[in-house]
């Protein structure tokens, strides 16, 4: 077993704050700039990627712990958590990846783990910001001015081409091990 060093950043904010939206713009400008990009999210709720009645969900509900989906166009794997109602290991879920095929990962949730991420703080939701209470937040994304000015790096919630190029020009301070 070896390691891989990677960027990886994750968005974190609470549900309706726009963290979809805002990593959906940030891959499309990476992407349009050569970069190849992975992307994880941690879903709270259960969510299935296969259809009832078909043959694959049909062996996976018999008992099978890995369904691995292939077409000409790609392919996924479902793995079946050995301890269910456990939230997933963020670095677990990070060396699935085919590494070598990424240039960095951004990560969708996962606000509880430690690791390098952007708040994204939108001032309509009433929400208190989370970066006083992470010191895994290296930025904070936001649509208007904070109650309490950060010691970090404030970023315009509705420019991504920003928000890219912050996370490009910090690759070296986001990097992490990932054991492959």
Known sequence: MGETIIPVVGFVAPSGSGKTTLVRQVVAVLGGRGRRVGYLKHAHHRFDLDVPGKDSYEVREAGAQQTLLASKARWALQVQNPVQGE?????RMLSRFELERLDLILVEGFKHADYPKIEVHRSA???????????GIIAVATD??????PPLVVLPLNAPETVADFILSHLDDIRLRIAS
Do not use: H, R, S
């Not at 939701?125 to 010191?135: I, N, Q």
């Not at 208007?144 to 000015?149: I, K, Q, S, T, W």
């Open 144 to 149: 208007g001015p904070l109650a309490v000015e």
């Open 125 to 135: 939701t009433g929400e208190a910001p989370l970066y006083p209470g992470d010191p």
């Open 87 to 91: 939230d997933p290991d963020l670095y």
